[in-house]
């Protein structure tokens, strides 16, 4: 990169910005190595200059939010990483829509819209991701994905231009939109609820917060789910009948609470973690003839 390119990157005006920023610590997964420049902008004009600036001058751009679905390589990210995290995660409620921005955590949301006395977030409240993360990959809990409760989305074009998308324009389907397809920014979204009872809607929520808790290894470094569900099968329950619970490769193990989920124990490479990856695959498609596709997204230079 230009030393003039880099220093203006490097300047402010872009948003808050740091060289060679590890990035193990933007992802739940703690694995990762070094950007090159990270930039949090402040506010959409500082998003969509950046996103400008760096087409203009051909710089790779990656964006990252909550980091929950994400594994990146031990040689960390060439050119740009932008992080939507508390430097741009407003949330707004408006009668029965509440709208967020990409970086606010989807738990905070559905607490806000609880508060409200709003249903509909429930089901999709552990999920331990941001909104917009959560809206790339379609993501979804207990039978409840985005493509049920989202109304509109608000996305920033790779040329900085911001459109606003229709539920039927995201095109969703099973971990799947319009934005992860054409590779767009999700700057916000609007979620249609109902109306419902505070007793009840809390009820709701402390039961899906325990089925969340008493199954799955929340304490434990993981990206959440990391394969897809296979046609007809549960990834989880394909892997412990492979006799793969608790099987470790380095620092990184199939979680001995919840097959379905992948955890790095203390230290794990990412090397190690896509060999752990690898090798799951690999025996329960011997075993069962179920090839695993990754859910968890790899980014990063190899």
């Known amino acids: 990169m230009l030393e003039n390119i880099k220093n203006e990157l490097l300047s402010g005006k872009f948003g808050d910005s740091k060289e060679n920023e590890i990035l193990r610590e933007y992802t739940t997964f703690k694995i990762g190595g070094p950007a090159d420049i990270l ?15 760096c087409k203009l001058n051909d710089i790779p751009l990656t964006i990252i939010g909550k980091g929950s679905n994400l594994l990146i390589r031990d040689k960390g990210v060439r050119g740009v990483v932008i992080v939507l995290r508390d430097n741009f995660n407003e949330i707004k409620i408006d009668g029965l829509q509440v709208t967020a921005q990409a970086g606010a955590l989807l738990r905070d949301v559905a607490i806000v819209s609880f508060s409200k006395d709003l249903t509909g977030l429930e089901p999709v409240s552990g999920i331990p991701g941001s909104v917009g ?24 074009e790779q040329n900085g231009e911001i459109r606003e998308y229709t539920n039927e324009e995201m095109d969703f389907s099973y971990r799947h939109s319009l ?11 609007t979620f249609k609820l109902e109306k419902g009872e505070h007793d009840e809607i809390q009820q709701k929520f402390k039961e899906y917060d325990y089925k969340r808790s008493s199954k799955q290894p929340l304490e434990k470094n993981s990206a959440g789910s990391t394969f897809k569900r296979p046609q007809g099968h549960f990834a989880s329950k394909l892997i412990d009948d492979t006799g793969l619970r608790g099987f470790t490769v380095g620092e990184a193990q199939v979680s001995e609470k919840h097959c379905g989920f992948l955890i790095n124990i203390e230290n794990s490479s990412c090397e190690n973690m896509l060999e752990l990856i690898r090798q799951v695959q690999e025996k329960v498609y011997e075993k069962y003839n179920v090839r695993l596709e990754r859910e968890v997204k790899l980014i990063g230079e190899e």
């Open 39 to 53: 930039v949090k902008p402040n506010s959409e004009y500082q998003l969509s200059e950046l996103v400008k600036f």
């Open 133 to 156: 993360g959560a809206i790339i990959m379609n993501a979804g809990a207990y039978g409840t994905e985005m493509s049920n409760i989202v109304k509109s989305v608000r996305c920033m």
């Open 179 to 189: 934005a992860s397809e054409k590779g767009l920014l999700v700057i916000s979204a």
